[in-house]
């Protein structure tokens, strides 16, 4: 296949993707269109939008739970890798790469060398932008494309293992006429654009988190919605009157004497008789959204404290860990399926760095603990262990949450507390 016919294949592929990620934005934002509503009651309940944005909740739930702590490089830990990645501001971006993945089934990241002084530059893309290509045989990318406007124009950049080919067209979101670039050679011999592809299947494209969310959240949303009716029209007593004469306005048509915002009826006439009809109980709705709160908490593993679904008692640290049992296993897959581009990525920056083949660097990933714990439950077990001699201190401090350089400083901290105590004078307080 020639290079322009690779783009352009690429690029009407990028642009069929674009329908279904506008549909799960919309989700996420909370701005889809009310479901399971004739057109005729939308009309009639003029309701502009009535959302309740569980797909978001979702998402964040488990992309939250997503904390890279650390990067190791054949079995050791790295610093030169942790620097690029804290220097690439990647513990800030790659939560958006798990978030975007997670929400619209891929996000992407570019690894190059922009400066030609080895040092590796990392963006996380959009999967608006960005769309790669992999070998039927091997499953590896054999090329990827990303595209935007700018300036009337559209840009592109297409990746080759051997070269990085520039393109740009006339117009906005081009998918053909492409204009050819110099190549920039690539001395990685991979691509280096990494996918982090949101799927449980070993085939297909990633899919999105809150794809099994839709419906339930549209039933959610319409009885939403008719509650909000109901309120309106049904809830308040509606009052009545017998025995008194209408009133007409220039038109002679007859007008009600007693406005909504009146007070108090009066009538002349002694036989006018007064009354209210009672409010409609409205606990029906809440029996209905109960019941798909329930499928909710099934399918996305959201416990129901996350739903605000509250019952009579706040759970304790033990019942929230328990309660979010599903979700926690759900974010420990995710970090499994992560992992991999993670790698990926730290192997692209080794790479740069070293001048070397990525695929000989053996890069792997450390996370924090998806399951929460309070902090007095994490130390008391971690104290138990250090005592135990199970954990050296070292360990123990890391376990806790602290990072290489605060675990250096502690340690300094208390040599030097120690050297204090050791200099003091005999009978002097410690």
Do not use: C
């Not at 690894?111 to 990392?122: A, K, L, S």
């Not at 692209?348 to 998806?370: C, F, Q, S, Y």
């Amino acid at each position: 296949m020639s290079t322009h016919d690779l783009v352009t294949s690429l690029a009407q592929e990028l642009e069929a993707k674009q329908v279904a990620i506008s549909e799960a934005e919309r989700y996420l934002s909370g701005t889809q269109p009310l479901a399971y509503l004739s057109a005729t009651a939308r009309d009639a309940t003029r309701l502009g939008r009535m959302a309740s944005n569980l797909p978001s909740v979702q998402v964040t739930a488990i992309a939250e739970r997503l904390r890279v702590t650390g990067l190791s490089l054949n079995g050791s830990e790295s610093a030169a890798l942790w620097a690029d990645f804290k220097r690439n501001d990647l513990d800030q971006t790659l939560p958006l790469a798990f978030r975007e993945a997670l929400g619209v089934g891929s996000a992407y990241a570019i690894v190059w060398d922009r400066t030609g002084q080895r040092r590796p530059v990392v963006s996380i893309e959009s999967a608006t932008q960005v769309v790669t290509q992999r070998d039927p045989g091997t499953r590896e990318t054999v090329a990827a494309f990303k595209r935007w406007s700018a300036g009337g124009a559209t840009h592109a950049r297409l990746y080759l293992p051997d070269a990085i080919v520039p393109m740009v067209a006339d117009g906005e979101n081009a998918s053909a006429g492409w204009r050819q670039g110099a190549a920039i050679a690539n001395p990685l011999g991979v691509v280096p654009v990494v996918e982090f592809r949101n799927s449980q299947r070993l085939l297909g494209s990633g899919v999105s988190e809150i794809d099994d969310l839709k419906p339930l959240v549209d039933a959610l949303n319409k009885l939403l919605a008719d509650l909000m009716v109901g309120s309106e029209f049904y809830a308040r007593p509606r009052r009545w009157a017998t025995g008194v004469e209408l009133g007409t306005d220039d038109e002679g048509n007859a007008v009600n004497p007693f406005p909504e915002g009146d007070r108090m009826m009066i009538a002349e006439d002694v036989e006018a008789r007064f009354g209210s009809l009672p409010a409609a109980d409205l606990q029906s709705y809440e029996a209905a959204v109960r019941v798909i709160l329930g499928q909710i908490m099934a399918v996305s593993a959201l416990p129901a404290h996350y739903l605000g679904a509250m019952t009579g008692q706040v759970p304790g640290a033990d019942g929230l860990r328990a309660a979010e049992a599903a979700l926690t296993a759900r974010a420990e897959s995710k970090q499994a399926l992560f992992g991999r581009p993670v790698e990926q990525v730290g192997r692209l920056m080794h790479a740069i760095r070293t001048e070397t083949d990525p695929v000989n660097a053996e890069v792997g990933v450390k996370w924090a603990e998806a399951a929460t714990r309070s902090v007095a439950q994490e130390a008391d077990a971690v104290v138990k262990l250090h005592q135990a001699g199970l954990l050296p201190a070292d360990y123990a401090l890391s376990r806790l949450g602290y990072d290489d350089a605060e675990i250096t400083a502690i340690r300094a901290a208390r040599l030097t507390e120690q050297i204090d105590r050791l200099a003091l004078p005999a009978g002097a307080p410690a």
